[in-house]
C-alpha cells in the first residue's frame, strides 16, 4: 500500500511537464515557504506570550495600589485617634497629611486601574465623604470639642473607613482572580502553542524530506533504468526499451537512447545481413569461380595430353602456360576464402593425432619438384624418434608447404632446408634458406595480408601474398606461433613453434565415466548414452539427461562408445562429432553398419553445422551445441522407445477406449490409467510420454490434484498435457489450468478426431521433419 | 576392360573426367545426381564409382550410404570427390562408406593411382 502510494508520488512527479531543474527550484521554494510559516507561528506564540506577561504585571501593580489604599485608610484613622488623645497641631497636621497621601493613592488607582470604573468611583465617593468627616473631626478637636470629635470619630469616620476596606477588599479579590485566571490562560496558550510549533516543525520536516526522497527518485529511478538498458545494448540486445514516465530531461534522454538502440538494432540488423550475405557471396563466388576454373585446368590439361600423345609438341609449353596460370588462380581463390574464414571466425579446426615423420614425407614429395626448378637443394632434417603432434594435419600442411613454397621460390641454386626440434612440450619446424633475404623494412609487413615484400615481387616470383598471413593465422589457432629471422642477400628463416597438443583437454584417454548401474528390475526408464570428449559438455548433457528422468551411461571418446553401446544397448545415443581419433562420423558409421546396433537412434550434437549430412549418415536428429536444455529434452523424448506413447488418464473405459482408437490411427501408441494416482504410478515406472490427455473429472485423485502433484516432479514438466473433459469450465478453472496445459478439448466434441489430431500437429509435426530428414 | 560410374552433376567436369578416364581405357557411364547414380549403379554394375558429394536431388553422402547398405551394390568401391580440401569432408566421407577420397579439381595422375589401386584390391577380392 506504502509503496504503491510512494510509486504514485514518483511517477506523478516525474510525469511533471518541467525542466528538472525547475522541479528542485519548485521544492526548493516550498520548503524555504515552510520555514517562513514556521518561524511566524513562532513568532505569533512569543507575542501572545509577552501580552499575558503585561497582564498579569498591571494585575500585580493594581493589587499593590489596593494594598496602599487598605494600609493609608487603617494609617489614617491610628493618626485621628493619636489626634483625639494627643490634641496637639503637631498631630493634627500630620493627620492631615496622611489625607492628601490618601489622594495620592486614588489618582494611582484611578491609573493602574481605569477598566475598575463603577468600584473607583464608589472608593472616591466613599473616601470623599471620609475626608469630609476626617476634616470635621480635626476641626472639632481644634476647637477642643474632643469629646464631640470622638463621637463623630466613632459614629461617622469607622463605618466610613471600614466600608472603604471593604470596597478595596473586593478589588483585590477580583485583582487576585483576573491574576490567577492570567496565569492559567497564559500557561495553557503557551502549551498549545508549543504543540503546534513543534507538530508544524515536525510536519515541515517530514513533507520536506518526502519532497526531496520522490524527487531524487523520480531523478534516479529512470537513470538507474537508463544505464541499466545501456549495459544491455552494449551486450548487443537491442530488444528492449526504456520505459519511464518522466518528462523532463531524463524522458527525452530516454526518448533518445530508445530511439539510439532501435537505430542501433536495425544498423546490427543489416550489418549481421551484411555480414550473412558476404559469407554466402564469398561461398557461392569461390564455387563459380572454382567450376570454370576447373574446366579451363582440365580441358588444358586433357588438351596437353593430346597434344603430347599426338605429336602436335609446338601447342605444349602455352597449353602448359594455361593450365598453370589457372591453378595460380585457384590457389589465389582458395587463399582468399581461407583468409576471409579466418577474419570472419568461421575457420574450424579439426584436431587429430599426425604421424609427423609421414608428414614430413609427404611434404617431401611435394615441395622436392618445386625446388629442383630452381637447382636448389632440398634437405629435411628430423630425428629419428618422431612421435606424433595432436594439431589441425590439413593447417600444419598447408603452413609447411607455404614457407617451403616461398623459400624455393626465392631461393636460386642454394639450399632450402626444414628442421625439426622438439623441446619441452612444444616442436619447432625451421624453415631456411640461403636467397635473396629481406631487410628490415620487408620483415615489418611481412605477415600482412597482400604485402609481398616489393610490389614487383609478385611479377616476378608470382604468388598471392596471403600465404605468410594466413600461414601466421593457422599458427596462432593451433596455440602456436612463427617468428623470422631473415638478412638482405643471406637469406631468411622462418621457425614455427607449435605445442604438442593443441588442446591437452581433448586428449582425454578412452575412459568410461561413471557408467550408472545396470537397469535394476522393473526399472523400465530408457537408458541414454552420452558420448563426448569434453568433461564439462558431458557433464551439461548427463545433467539434462537426468533431469529428464532417464539413466545414463557415458563415453569419452569413439571407442569406449561402441564398446559400451554392445555392451549395455542404450536406447538412444547422443554423439559428439569432434573427438580425438575415432570421430564422431566414423562412430556413427560404425553404428549403423552394425545389425545389433543400427536400431538405435543416434542424435549428433556438435557445434557443426552439417544437419543434411548426419541426417543422410543416418543420424536421427540433429542438435547444434551450445545446447538447448528443452529442446534435447524434446528429441529425447521423441526418439526413445516410448516416445511415441501417449497417456491417457480417464476413469470411463469407452471413453479411453474411444481416444485410444483415434490415437491409434494417427500412429500414437496408448497407454491408460483411470486415475491420477494411476498415472502417477505410470509416470513413475515408464519413460516419460509424449503427451497425456487428462480427464479432469475422475474418483480417487481427480485431474486437478493430478495437476498439482505434477507440479513436484520438475522432470515431468516438458509432457504437454491435453485436458479432455465433459466439465463446463469456468473462467477460473480455466485459468487455473491455462498455465498448465497446451490445450482443453470438449468431450462429446463431434469432430474429437480433428480435435485430437490438432492436440497431436506439434509433436507430430517435428516427427514427421525426422521421418522426411 | 574396367567400367567406372561418374557421378557428377557438373557438365564439363564430368565429360573431361569421362574423356580422360576413356583415353586411359576404361568405360565409361555417367549419371547427374545422387538418384541417377543409385540406378545406374544397380543397373550397370560398375566397377568402381566416383562420387561427387555436393550433389542435386540426393547428395553423394547419402547415395553411398544407400549404396554400401545395398547387398547389390555394397561390393562397389567408392571414391568420394569433394571441392573442399578439408580434413572434415574426407571423414565424412569415409564414414558415409567411401573407400577413398579425392579433392577437385582433379589431378589425374593422382587420381588413377588410387582407382588402380581399388581395382587391383577388389580384384583380388573377386
Redesign the interface.
Known sequence: MMRRLDRMMVGAVARLPFRVQTKLLMAFLAIAALLIVVGAAGLHVLTGVNDRTVELIRSERKIAAYRQVQHDTTSQLYRVTSALLANDDRTLDGALRQLNQFGYDLERLQFVAKDEGELLGRVKQEYDRFVAVVNKVVELIRHGNVAEAREVQLKEAQPLANNLERLTNQLVNKAEADMVAGIDASESAYRTAKLNVILFAIGSIGFALLLGRTISWSLVGPIDEIDARLSRIAEGDFTQRVAIANRDELGALAANVNRTCERLGELYQQLEAASQHKSAFLANMS?EL??????V???S??LQ??AEDEGFDQFVPDLTKIRDAGRHL?NLI?DILDLSKIEAGKM?L?L?EVDLKALLEEVRSIVAPLAASGGNRLDIVYPEDLGTLYT???KLKQSLLNLLGNASKFTQRGRVALELRSVDEEVSFGVSDTGIGMTEEQLGRLFQAFSQADASTTRRYGGTGLGLAITKHFCEMLGGRITVESEAGAGSTFTITLPVQATPEALARPEIVAATPLATAGDQRALVMVVDDDPPSRELLAGIVRREGYRIIEAADGEAALALARSHRPDIITLDVLMPRL?G??V??AL??DVGLREIPVIIVTV?A?R??AL???ATEFVTKPVDRARLAAVLRENVQGGSTVLVVDDDPESRDLVGRHLDRLGWTIAEAADGSDALEWLARNTPPAMILLDLMMPGMDGFAFLEEMANHPEWHDIPIVILTAKQLGAAERELLAGRTRDIIEKGANDLASVLRRAVVRLTRSKGALAAG | MAKILIVED?E??RD??S??LA?RGYAVVTAVDGEQGLVAAEAERPDLILMDMSLPVM?G??AT?RL?AESTTQAIPVIGLT?H????DR??A????CDDYDT???E?PRLLEKIEALLGRSGMAG
Open positions: 564455387h572454382r567450376t570454370p576454373l576447373n574446366a585446368i582440365g580441358y590439361e586433357m595430353e593430346m585457384l582458395n574450424d579439426y587429430e589441425d594435419r590439413t570421430d562420423w566414423a556413427l558409421a549403423k553398419s557443426l552439417d543434411g549430412i543422410s549418415l543416418g | 557438373n564439363m567436369n573431361m573426367l574423356r580422360r583415353r547428395d553422402w547419402e550410404r554400401k571441392a580440401a578439408m580434413t572434415g571423414d565424412k569415409m564414414a558415409a562408406g577437385k579439381p582433379v589425374l
